[in-house]
């Protein structure tokens, strides 16, 4: 009877000592490091959402105090370079040719072939018939080009940047890509790639009523163009004015009337045909604050008129971007430990997930994150919202979403971003699975940071 005391007893302590340590093993997560295989894992499922171009905003402007404004274009739209959160939209998906504007696309898949080294801003660009000026439509924007000219790649971005040169146009689509058709049917797969279901092209220098687009997928357009391509503002869009041929030149002004004239503004493109009406994809900077707005179908009685309701837009809509958002950055959370009941293993990480289009790599992952707030907007908080407030159970799978971090300013709610496992924890055996389960009945665990 005395041996079976005993080793009762000594199996009671054994297992108080098991629960001892289950408890404190629960209490104070320690996650080992990844494998090498998991770290592979973590590499996939860490960029685990698809983050489109542009979105809503996150909160709501009437509950931060944000006035709406209008403007004069029949379709518009103003978004927060840096976030895609859309700050005003209007008709934004109305179907309007984007007339000049096109020379984006085409400049878009000009440097897409320079960055894969297949073209060169030096290269010198021979000139077919087709792109004289002497042989443009009546009419036509140009930078008079000619037979016999020598004309470098760099030139003739610059002449569709500045000046708009439908006949800029038409020789880098023949030098690109052999022929006008092929190269629209590389701007077509271009916009595909991008998800843009209304917006087509049928020529490259925008001069076709056939051209499609909507402001809501060419600002989405613009973003990516100026997420790849930071550096073509400066070089092209934002130079002032343009002359060419080199002997004799024929200087002419940037088309965009808003440059030089509104504060911060550094670009973009503008767009006429009748069919369109006076369009213009205009980008400004303040600060920490860029912003992107695209307008189609504005009014106007000829160019000068035109340009007058372009400039007016121009104002509200920067002024309205100016004085009522501001954009911040913050360092992404640290990783999270979190223990991990009834598993194999005791402890993972909870990270903050990346979308897909910022990296490919977890060393790549950006260390901080860019948000949109509202201009009053005095103090940042970041709180972590766990899916359950007692302890978390395996199997957990890497991926999983257990929780979000919340960021919120003067009470409201800016962003919030899925927490997911850094790894897999398969189920453990019985015994283990038995004592997690006291250890969480006694302590009702709450997952903290």
Known sequence: MKIFLKSFVA????????LGYSIYRLKNPNPQALTVEENTTLETVLLRYDEPLISPLFWNRE????????????????IDVKTGSILYEKNSDRIIPPASMTKLAVMYVVFQDIAAGKASLDDIVPLKSA???????????????????????RELLLGLAVVSGNDAATAVADYIAGSQSAFIERMNAEMKKLGLKHTRFADSSGYSEHNRTTAREFISFARAYLNLYPES???????????????????????????GIIEGVNGLKTGFIPESGYN???TAERGSVSVLSVTLGGPGK?????????LEDARILTSYAFDNFQTISVNRSDPIALSAACGKKSAFFAREAVPRSNTTKIEEVPPEITLTLPA?????????????????RAPIKAGDIVGKSVYSADGLTVKEIPLIADRNIEKAGF??????KIACKIMNLQIKQ
Not at 70 to 76: E, F, K, M, P, V
Not at 431 to 436: H, Q, S, V
């Open 63 to 78: 509950t931060a105090g944000i006035k709406t404004i209008d403007i004069n274009a029949a379709s518009g739209v103003l």
């Open 131 to 153: 792109s004289w000026a002497v042989n443009a439509p009546a009419g036509s924007s140009l930078m008079f080009l000619a037979e016999g000219q020598t004309v470098s790649l």
């Open 11 to 18: 199996f009671c302590a054994v297992c108080a000592l098991y």
């Open 302 to 310: 000829g160019t000068k008129q035109g340009n007058e309701y372009r």
């Open 431 to 436: 015994i283990k699975t038995l004592f997690d």
């Open 376 to 392: 009053s907007a005095a103090e940042l908080k970041r709180t972590f919202i766990f899916k359950t407030k007692n302890c978390m």
């Open 280 to 282: 213009l994809a205009l």
């Open 233 to 259: 503002l400066n070089e092209f869009h934002s130079v002032k004015e343009f002359g060419y041929p080199k002997s004799n030149p024929i200087v002419q002004k940037n088309t965009n009337p808003a440059l």
